[in-house]
């Protein structure tokens, strides 16, 4: 007895977790997070290499390795074929032997391009990584020759050479004063500085290079460059002979004042030697803007992505996917424009790999009768298969998911993608007929299993306003629930808004609405109209009307589930990002009904963003004309005239190195607005962080942003105390302590 009772009494005293008892996520979980990203399937179909992305040991940045699968035997493990620290962009030979990757190499200022020998059985390394370019700016998207004898590389590269030389010359030969390098910037462009880039470089466009393979006794011809001039390669692509390299390129000088985007498709010669460029064989000017290019097997035609050009710019074009055959003043056909599918597009998650990410490219089917893509449709992302003369659509995977990228073998005989849905980072599965889907990898599993997670409930709510304008479409909206939900007891609520605005949740892994869940909150995160994935009317309904009716479909899915009846009415929360942002500080100068707000990322005065936003192409879209020119249009729709309404205790969540939103377009300027007011307000600003803070920010960063929204929310919405954002020690003050 007494035996019994001393186990009984160490049972007790063993954490629950260790019995098998699952806990909630957390927001520091991110730092045990694997990414899977840019994936490559062999020519023969029999293995997989893939980027994998992990949070640094300090937690401080990221890291990128690259992994091989072999796809041939059932239950095989992933093995590291290079530790990185900094490697990506892996891409086979023609014969499966050798893999094509980018490296930054220890103390390198540049990316270069290396082989990597792969032959043997798995797990084999082969030979040590062997570096095949040396070019000053750097390397990157490296494709392989049909027959495997060389590569092309796209890498920075001074517009006017000449120049160039004649100024490393001059340094070479200066002294003193005379060798100063300036650092002032002479700008001359409306776009000068990118989000995420910083101040552009005007002086250099990307250009194409022909890479020979190293020889026997390991020497190596010099590079040699295929492009030149002004204008820089956006995409390109290999003709399936070797002979000819087909790519795009946009001959403007600012080209963000055209109504319509478009380019050119050019086709250049690779024979030759190295004394000039290379000489242009095709060129196909087109009125669209064509991504993603892709050659049919028979060389004969390319697709791509691109949009329609309405009569008149609107704010969202819905990408189609085109088809063109490669000869001259051949005219590009649409297959997909009279459907609602979004090509080439996805939906929005927080947790698409940081670094290493890839992207899904458009491959052509046997006899070259259909292409395979990625299409985002009703809030998911299907990979789809498109015949090339009908245009007919056939889902290849299923809905409520999300197909981040993919690859298909050469042959035909293996197709792997890279999935992702609200319970699942993202794993490899390979696809089979009927929408078959076999899980590859298992990246997150450990973790995952130890966490109480739930996929959230999704609602259809009828708008209350103007329903006629989007044809009577309900508003998807997704409801995430706490761990241990109790639908009798009373829950605070936050509405989270996506931004874009032309973008969409969807059914892919989100971690902010799953902590924000496990930390006792019902997360609310609807697509209003606006939202991508629903078909071009909806999305551009708020077109010269933003923010509007999309207001009203975000309180209607608010109002939908507080009739539920297990949320308390009296503990609201508004946040959300970039679009998002606009819409929360919008929402609190129209409603006094929530009780905290955190605005993220955010536009208050669109005249003032108008004027220091890094995008000009994208102005002409919205209120038209300029606002010196329509001064009261940009008023009417800025949060900003209507700050005498606020009530409600507002964060503002900022990233020092925000040029999509600048804060001084938006949380800064609210922030000084409510302290005049003497209203409770805070703002936290990250330091070197972009608009991209909660997708790819330095990881420490990505956590103190979760704990901040939910600190604001907790200290209003829950009584928490939290000293930290009082201008001075409250004393006695009724929350209750942590």
């Not at 027959?147 to 003193?176: I, N, W």
């Not at 060798?179 to 005007?202: F, K, P, Q, T, W």
């Not at 939906?347 to 009768?369: F, H, S």
Request: aromatic share 10%; proline share 6%.
């Amino acid at each position: 007895m007494r035996r019994l009772l001393c186990l009984v009494l160490l049972i007790a005293a063993v954490p629950m977790g260790l019995l098998g008892q699952k806990r909630a996520i957390t927001e520091k979980d991110l730092f045990a997070f694997r990414w899977i990203g840019d994936t490559e399937v062999s020519p023969d179909g029999a293995r997989v290499a893939f980027v994998e992305t992990r949070v640094t040991a300090d937690h401080s940045g990221y890291e990128t390795a690259i992994f091989l699968l072999d796809l041939t035997k059932a239950g095989a493990q992933p093995v590291e074929l290079l530790a990185g620290p900094h490697d990506g962009s892996p891409r086979w030979s023609p014969d499966g032997k050798t893999i094509a990757f980018v490296r930054l190499a220890e103390k390198a200022t540049t990316p270069q391009v290396y082989l990597k020998m792969v032959d043997g059985e798995m797990g084999e390394a082969g030979a040590n990584p062997v570096r095949i370019t040396d070019l000053p700016k750097g390397a990157g998207a490296p494709a392989w020759s049909p027959k495997g004898d060389a590569l092309v590389v796209l890498s920075e590269t001074p517009k006017d050479q000449d120049e160039a030389k004649r100024e490393a010359a001059r340094l070479a030969r200066a002294t003193g004063d005379d060798a100063h390098v300036s650092d002032v910037r002479v700008i001359n462009r409306e776009v000068y500085r990118l989000n995420g880039a910083g101040y552009l470089d005007d002086t250099v466009a990307p250009q194409l290079y022909l890479i020979s393979l190293p020889k026997a006794d390991g020497t190596q011809a010099a590079a040699r460059q295929l492009t030149g001039g002004r204008f820089g390669v956006d995409e390109f692509a290999w003709a399936p002979d070797g002979k000819l390299v087909y790519y795009t390129e946009e001959r403007e000088e600012e080209s963000y004042y055209d109504a319509f985007e478009h380019n050119s498709i050019y086709g250049i010669s690779v024979d030759g030697d190295a004394r000039g460029l290379a000489k242009t064989e095709f060129t196909a000017d087109l009125k669209i803007a064509a991504h993603g290019i892709a050659v049919s097997h028979d060389g004969k035609r390319i697709a791509f992505h691109a949009a329609e050009n309405p009569e008149k710019p609107v704010s969202h074009q819905q990408g189609d996917l085109w088809v063109m055959e490669l000869k001259e003043k051949a005219a590009p056909r649409n297959l997909t424009g009279t459907l609602s599918y979004e090509m080439g597009s996805g939906v929005g998650g927080d947790n698409t790999a940081p670094r290493g990410a890839g992207r899904p490219e458009i491959v052509w089917g046997a006899a070259d009768a259909s292409l395979t893509d990625v299409a985002a449709k009703d809030g998911s992302a299907l990979l789809v298969s498109v015949d090339t003369k009908s245009g007919a659509v056939t889902e290849l995977t299923a809905a409520k998911q999300a197909v981040v990228d993919f690859s298909v073998a050469k042959n035909g005989k293996a197709t792997v993608a890279l999935i992702s849905n609200p319970l699942l980072i993202g794993d490899l599965f390979a696809v089979g007929a009927d929408k078959a889907q076999t899980q590859l990898t298992h990246a997150n599993d450990e973790l995952f299993g130890k966490l109480d997670l739930t996929m959230p409930v999704e609602m259809q709510v009828a708008p209350s306003v103007h329903p006629g304008d989007i044809d009577g479409h309900a508003i998807d909206t997704f409801v995430q629930l706490p761990p241990e939900f109790d639908k009798g007891k009373k829950y605070p609520l936050i509405l989270n808004i996506h931004g874009g605005p032309h973008s969409a949740y969807g059914w892919i892994f989100d971690h902010e609405m799953l902590w924000m869940a496990a930390r006792g909150y019902v997360v609310v995160y609807p697509n209003p109209r606006g939202s991508t994935s629903y078909g071009e009317k909806f999305a551009n309904v708020i077109q010269d009307n933003y923010p509007n009716d999309d207001f009203h479909d975000l309180m209607d899915t608010v109002d939908a589930v507080v009739k539920l009846g297990y949320v308390d009415p009296e503990k609201l929360g508004v946040t959300g990002g970039s679009g998002g942002g606009l819409l929360t500080d919008w929402t609190v100068t129209q409603t006094d009904r929530f009780k905290a707000a955190v605005a993220q990322r955010d536009i208050v005065d669109w005249a003032n963003w108008w004027y220091t936003a890094d995008i000009g192409e994208f102005r002409q879209y919205w209120m038209k004309p300029a606002p010196f020119d329509n001064l009261a249009a940009y008023r009417d729709r800025s949060p900003l005239t209507y700050v005498n309404n606020i009530k409600t205790p507002m964060m503002f969540i900022l990233g020092d190195a925000d040029y999509r939103t600048p804060p001084t377009a938006g949380g800064e300027v609210f922030f000084r607005a409510l302290k005049y007011k003497k209203m409770p307000t805070v703002m936290v600003r990250f330091p070197r962080e972009s608009h991209e803070l909660s997708r790819s920010g330095e990881p420490w960063h990505r956590v103190e942003r979760l704990e901040n929204i939910v600190n604001w929310f907790d200290k209003y919405l829950m009584g928490v105390c939290e000293p930290q954002y009082d201008v001075a020690p409250v004393a006695d003050a009724g929350c209750k302590a942590k």
